[in-house]
Structures are given as C-alpha cells and as structure tokens.
C-alpha cells in the first residue's frame, strides 16, 4: 500500500500544483478587486460584486452563446467525422498501417500551422475553398473569416480536422474491444453491413462514446488559439469565446479579480455539462 502511494504522489503533487491550487486561487481572487499590477492600489475585498458584474455585461452573454453556439455545431460532426473513419480503417484493406498513421498527421501538427495553413484556404478571394466555389460557375466570393454567418462555421471545419484524430483514436481502441464473435453471429443472421453497425458496433462503443462525447464537449468550450489568430473575436464578436473573454479580462485589460470570476463560472459551467451528459448518457 505504501507503495502504491508514492508511485500516485507524481501525478498528485502535478495536480494540486497546477489544478487545485490554481483553482481554488481563482476562488479567493474572484472575491476581490486584484489587478495585474496591484501596485500603488492596494487589493480590497469586494465581495460578488465581480460576478454581479460579469452577469451583467453583454459581451459575457454573447461570448457565452458563441461558445454553446460553437459545441453544438462541432461535436456532434467531429464526432460522426471521428467515428466514421476510424470504422473505415479498422476494416481491412491493403495499405491500411499507411492510412492509419496518414490520419493521425493533423493531432501532430502545432496548431498554430494547422491554423495558417487553414487561414491561406480562406483567403479572400483566392483562397482554395473560394477558387472551389468558382469552379462551380458561383460568382464572387465568400468572406469565411469576416462574415458573421460564415466565421463560426469555418472555425468548426478548422478545429474539426485539427483535433479529429484524437477522437478517432479513441473510438478505434473501442472497435477493436468489440468480439468479433458478435459480428460472426451478425452475418449467419443476414444482417447487412449497416444492420451490423446499428445493432452490433454502436452499442459496443456505449462507453467510448460517453467519454468521447464529455471529453469533444469540454474542448469545444477552450476553444481560444483558432479565434486569437483568426478573428481576434470579430466580426462584430461574432467568434469571442468565454476563454477568450476571460483573458481579454483577466490579462489585457489587467483586471485580474473579475477574470478570476470568469475563469469560476467557466469551470462551474462547464463541470456541470459534463456532469449532465454523464448522467443523461448513463440513464439512456
């Protein structure tokens, strides 16, 4: 038993130095009007006021729809995306070690590359997917980055192919948990391919897709670095997230306490999704 303490005490100290410390600093911070720079102004105690305020400010509410906004439209493609493929390459056909590391290439990419490489695809007006709408006989073009109805969607296709690997990995680690037994059993039954994956290869990914599910959700409500190089937020907000809006707060504009109270509401919001969608999946 004394053992087994010291191997976990690593991975505990880890966490208690940059999660549990940091958050429950956030909590005390919240409560108070610190800045980045506190000096000459001293730190008072203020109570709820930097919620009140939080709660209060237009900009919060519309980084917080941009961001319910964001999941809903990602997860569930990422995740079809991520499914989709990885039953692709858990089949058999020649080449298929080649295609399985060619698919895991985006998660090794800096996603700061990724990000230049996508932003030279929305070039206007000739960018790859602009030339591609021309090529169909369309006139002009489309502003993906600067239009407020086509921003948040090119950043879903953007963080989609960036992260997918990630998803699919998980989900072929569940196909190949599957008995094979079960699909032997399918076939003498005359079950046709989209019977077996109906009946047989959804329900054995029940617990993949849980975590699947809870772990895409928490990532799409980080998302920051594709709208900080992006859209810095625009047009007119359209893109600002909740993290973005946090640091916004927090470090630009200095205002350490009230950022503080963002980063509690974040992870109050957040923690409760998950717990939800836990619950929920686990009842169904």
């Known amino acids: 038993m004394t053992e087994e303490l010291l191997l976990l005490l690593p991975a505990t100290l880890l966490l208690l130095c940059f999660l549990v410390v940091p958050f429950v600093l956030s909590i005390y911070l919240s409560f108070t009007d610190q800045r980045l720079v506190p000096n000459p102004v001293p730190t008072d105690f203020v109570g709820f006021q930097n919620y009140q ?5 237009p900009a919060f509410w519309q980084a917080f729809r941009n961001t319910v906004y964001f999941a809903l439209l990602v997860v569930p493609f990422q995740c079809a995306v991520s499914l989709g493929i990885a039953v692709l390459l858990n089949s058999s056909f020649p080449l298929r070690s080649f295609f399985r590391s060619v698919a895991i290439l985006p998660l090794m990419t800096p996603i700061t590359v990724t990000i230049v490489i996508w932003a030279a695809f929305y ?19 489309v502003d993906w980055l600067g239009s407020p109805l086509w921003a948040m969607p090119a950043l879903v296709l953007l963080s989609a192919w960036a992260t997918f690997p990630f998803q699919m990995l998980l989900y072929l680690a569940g196909l190949q948990d599957i008995p094979s037994e079960r699909y032997e059993a399918a076939r003498m039954d005359g079950a046709s391919a989209w019977q077996q994956f109906r009946y047989v290869t959804f329900p054995g990914l029940r617990n993949t897709n849980i975590l699947i599910l809870i772990t895409t959700t928490i990532q799409a ?19 600002n997230t909740l993290v973005r809006y946090m640091i916004q707060q927090g470090y630009v504009s200095q205002l350490v306490g009230f950022g503080s109270a963002v980063a509690v509401i974040f992870v109050v919001i957040v923690g409760s999704l998950a717990i939800l969608q836990r619950v929920l999946v686990k009842n169904e």
């Open 123 to 141: 070039r206007i007006p000739d960018g790859l997917f602009n030339n591609v709408i021309k090529a169909f006989g369309a006139e002009g073009y």
């Open 221 to 239: 409500f980080k998302l920051f670095t594709q709208v900080d190089i992006l859209t810095r937020g625009g047009p007119v907000g359209a893109t």
């Open 53 to 57: 305020q939080v709660l209060s400010d």
